[in-house]
């Protein structure tokens, strides 16, 4: 049975920083490119980074490079997101997901989601 658990979310205040994590099982991790989206209140949910099978490679949404990283443990079956300087814009429900094929926008898991909140 596929699990992704997220976890890191909460309150932080404007220019601060969170690490969100998200471990995985049932599935072979190594073998999936994982992804980190996530949905603001009213608005559609919106990709925010993805990173590939090794690490090798990243991608970022245009609005997030230079403040948010993905990164990845393959031993640990996680992925992380590190998000610095965060704006109440950046507030939101997020959420990780896997997919076999890095060009894919059809992720086959998802994660449960967790908020995080940036507000003063």
């Known amino acids: 049975q596929v699990h992704l658990v997220v976890s890191g979310g909460g309150l932080v205040q404007p220019g601060g920083s969170l690490r969100l994590s998200c471990a995985a099982s049932g599935f072979p991790f190594s073998s999936y490119v994982m992804g980190w989206f996530r949905q603001a209140p009213g608005k559609e949910r919106e990709f925010v980074a993805r990173i590939s099978w090794r690490g090798g490679n990243a991608d970022y949404a245009d609005s997030l490079k230079g403040r948010f990283t993905i990164s990845r443990d393959n031993a640990k079956n996680t992925v992380y997101l590190q998000m610095n300087s965060l704006k109440p814009e950046d507030t939101a429900v997020y959420y990780c997901?896997?997919?076999?094929?890095?060009?894919?926008?059809?992720?086959?898991?998802w994660g449960q989601g967790t908020q995080v909140t940036v507000s003063s």
């Open positions: 997901a896997a997919v076999r094929n890095y060009g894919s926008s059809r992720y086959d898991y």
